[in-house]
């Protein structure tokens, strides 16, 4: 299963909680084990206009979604462990879901502090269930870039796709079944990423690598 049917059968459930349109955001009740975070002590998500603005939900998509994240996440604040139980529940019992889900969780943490909000969620779900080819490689290289300097290196790259193995399998992409090792794919990969030969790979290479092969591109969107 990829990373982007399970965002898929997570939206189903957001979206099948039910909602009285005149629902709206409130303020999160303050909880004392966010006191050692160098957080605000309460989240207080912008308006259910912003996120229509922002992402290409409907009022009623942000308030059911809001709805749920409520429920799962009354202080407003989502960490990692947590975030780590959610995302086991789409694999089976026994999938090593640890290393994979640290890499998404991070991609999304755009403040790097260890937590996600409201806006952290909705942005990310927005981008990997209905976003664009594009907004789905800028995600993928921010998941593969994960120191955040701006490029992947190739211990980078072998670090995801091992975490991507070791999660899926045998149900793995066919290019991890057929006999082909990590580091033969990697190498394969890095090599037609890199292009201008100086040992990692730009934002700009990483895209113009995958819009002139798309089984590269099918691969990455796929994840």
Same mark, same amino acid.
């Given at each position: 299963m990829s990373l982007c049917n399970i965002v @898929?059968?997570?939206?189903?459930k957001m979206s099948s909680n039910g909602v009285t349109e005149d629902d709206d955001f409130a303020d999160y009740p303050f909880h004392s084990e966010f006191d050692d975070l160098e957080t605000p002590p309460r989240y207080r998500p912008e308006?259910?206009?912003y996120f229509c603005r922002t992402t290409g939900f409907t009022e009623s998509e942000i308030k059911k979604i809001y709805r749920n994240f409520k429920t799962e996440c009354p202080t407003g604040f989502i960490k990692e462990d947590a975030f780590r139980g959610i995302y086991s529940?789409?694999?089976?019992?026994? @999938?090593n879901i640890s290393q994979y889900a640290h890499y998404v969780f991070q991609s999304l943490d755009h403040e790097r502090n260890g937590i996600l909000n409201f806006e952290d969620m909705v942005q990310g779900l927005w981008t990997l269930s209905r976003g664009s080819v594009?907004?789905?490689l800028?995600?993928?290289?921010?998941?593969?870039d994960l120191d955040g300097d701006g490029q992947i290196c190739r211990d980078e790259m072998t670090?995801?796709?091992t975490a991507i193995y070791e999660l899926m399998g045998k149900f793995a992409e066919p290019w991890l079944k057929d006999g082909t090792t990590v580091a033969a794919h990697v190498d394969f990969v890095f090599q037609k990423m890199d292009l201008n030969r100086d040992g990692v790979v730009s934002f700009d290479e990483f895209m113009e690598t995958c819009k002139n092969d798309e089984n590269i591109t099918r691969a990455m969107i796929s994840m």
């Amino acid at each position: 299963m990829s990373l982007c049917n399970i965002v @898929a059968l997570r939206w189903d459930k957001m979206s099948s909680n039910g909602v009285t349109e005149d629902d709206d955001f409130a303020d999160y009740p303050f909880h004392s084990e966010f006191d050692d975070l160098e957080t605000p002590p309460r989240y207080r998500p912008e308006s259910v206009q912003y996120f229509c603005r922002t992402t290409g939900f409907t009022e009623s998509e942000i308030k059911k979604i809001y709805r749920n994240f409520k429920t799962e996440c009354p202080t407003g604040f989502i960490k990692e462990d947590a975030f780590r139980g959610i995302y086991s529940q789409f694999f089976p019992q026994g @999938a090593n879901i640890s290393q994979y889900a640290h890499y998404v969780f991070q991609s999304l943490d755009h403040e790097r502090n260890g937590i996600l909000n409201f806006e952290d969620m909705v942005q990310g779900l927005w981008t990997l269930s209905r976003g664009s080819v594009d907004d789905k490689l800028r995600w993928a290289f921010t998941l593969y870039d994960l120191d955040g300097d701006g490029q992947i290196c190739r211990d980078e790259m072998t670090r995801v796709v091992t975490a991507i193995y070791e999660l899926m399998g045998k149900f793995a992409e066919p290019w991890l079944k057929d006999g082909t090792t990590v580091a033969a794919h990697v190498d394969f990969v890095f090599q037609k990423m890199d292009l201008n030969r100086d040992g990692v790979v730009s934002f700009d290479e990483f895209m113009e690598t995958c819009k002139n092969d798309e089984n590269i591109t099918r691969a990455m969107i796929s994840m």
